[in-house]
């Protein structure tokens, strides 16, 4: 069984000590190219100290003994338009399958569409189509279960769109450049992004040095859109996520222990995954299950060492994640040095290495 959400603290973690102030100009529409010539921040938490790099750089900071986890979930095209019969517009992004047909998904505007609204979908280009959405049931949070034709499941690349953030206002030209090069398992509604500054060129360069890379599968979903609504963040909901773990990553993490290397989760997505497994426990045929684990301040780290990341929105969950990591005042200090040096932030901006 997995770690699930559990208490960390007899104290409140009151979201609002997890905020800061970031320019709007800051938050990064587009992908830089290369990959790997994006800004990477590296802070020492062991030293306190910080230094300014490109992505490039990483291998700097590693050593032949390292073992980098990646998530390899891809993006799924999960975005769909449509119309109700009266004519007002209506958008549809998948987020998991739950049966034949039927998946769970972010239904706008989710108070109009009650249980039987039939839904007329058009194509991501815009054309009309003969095919129809049906709401099944629906809840107050926007979440709904639709009934989707499956001649759209089987052509989701024609009639869906990629889930951008609702922070990302900029057409996204190439539908790749929100998918790392590595994504190999289709399964998620947002990237895992910290992986989106790797190129192979820069894999293979790691790879020459003899560090290694592991792979897990997270698939991305509801968690990742919904914000902490609370003030003490111990009573935030956290949604199950679906993982897997081969036997080679588990094999892979337990020689680095033995080599005295550090495992580096590549993003929040396979911290999480990584914590949510017990090494020791864990069989031939690896590990998979539904993680609902929530990192906050006090966490007690079993597995990662060290972390690249992303920078995060202010009062969510993954602030919350990265201070249990660094400490709170180490990231809210680092993010106002970032602030002050022109960094690039969330999904499309420049990355942090947490060691």
Known sequence: MPRDFFTQSNEPILISEYDYELPEELIAQTPVEPRDSSRLLVLDRHRGRIEHRTFRDVGDYLSPADLLVINDSRVLPARLHGRRPTGGRVEILLLRR????????????GRRLKPGSHIELTMADGRSSDEVAVVLDRNEDGQATV??????????????EMPLPPYIHTRLEDAERYQTVYADEAGSAAAPTAGLHFTPELMNSLRQRGIRFGRVTLHVGIGTFLPVKVDDARQHHMHAEWFHVPPATIDAIRETRSRGGRIVAV?????????????????????????????????????????????????????????????????????????????????????????
């Open 98 to 109: 739950v049966g034949d047909r039927t998946w769970q998904a972010l239904v706008r505007p």
């Open 267 to 355: 993003g929040t997505t396979s911290c999480r995954t990584l914590e949510s497994i017990d090494i020791d426990a864990a069989g031939p045929e690896g590990a998979s299950d539904w993680t609902r684990l929530f990192i906050t301040p006090g966490f007690e780290f079993r597995v990662v060492d060290a972390m690249i990341t992303n920078f995060h929105l202010p009062k969510s969950t993954l602030m919350l994640l990265v201070s249990a990591l660094a400490g709170r005042d180490a990231i809210l200090g680092t993010y106002r040095e970032a602030i002050e040096h022109r960094y690039r932030f969330f999904s499309f901006g420049d990355a942090m290495l947490i060691i």
């Open 147 to 160: 009934e989707i034709p499956a001649v759209v499941e089987e052509r989701l690349h024609e009639f869906g």
